[in-house]
């Protein structure tokens, strides 16, 4: 008699963790966004024409951005045609803000070669 209660007990114990279980795994709604409504930025728009470029800074930029992921280039390697093109690739993958990469071409085209 035991034995059979026990038996049932288990098979009881068994279906509550199968269900809990299966409930719990049940995927969860996730709301949808219809409309998005962005706030207005609260940071001025930096124009290019408004930042004077600093040939210092851009060295101290060029040293320690472009320095973090590779060896620093020595900026006659290349020709001022060819720093656009790197600086192009490679401005957005360091995340500089405009006001440096501003900084850091001027550097570069006033180092680089002819």
Same mark, same amino acid.
Not at 9 to 21: D, E, G, N, R, T
Not at 37 to 47: C, E, H, I, T
């Given at each position: ?23 719990? +795994? ?22 290019m024409e408004t ?6 800074a851009g060295r ?5 951005? +472009?320095?973090? +992921? ?13 720093w656009e093109t ?29």
């Amino acid at each position: 008699m035991f034995i059979l209660y026990f038996i049932i007990m288990m098979y009881k114990i068994a279906l509550i963790f199968f269900l809990s279980a299966l409930f719990a +795994c049940q995927r969860k709604t996730i709301p949808v966004i219809t409309e998005r409504k962005d706030a207005p930025s609260q940071k001025p728009v930096l124009v290019m024409e408004t930042i004077v470029a600093d040939t210092a800074a851009g060295r101290q930029i060029f040293m320690a951005r +472009c320095g973090r +992921c590779h060896g620093v280039p020595d900026p006659l390697q290349y020709t001022t045609k060819r720093w656009e093109t790197i600086l192009a690739s490679m401005i957005p993958r360091s995340r500089i803000n405009t006001e440096q990469a501003v900084h850091l071409t001027a550097f570069i085209n006033a180092n680089a070669d002819r």
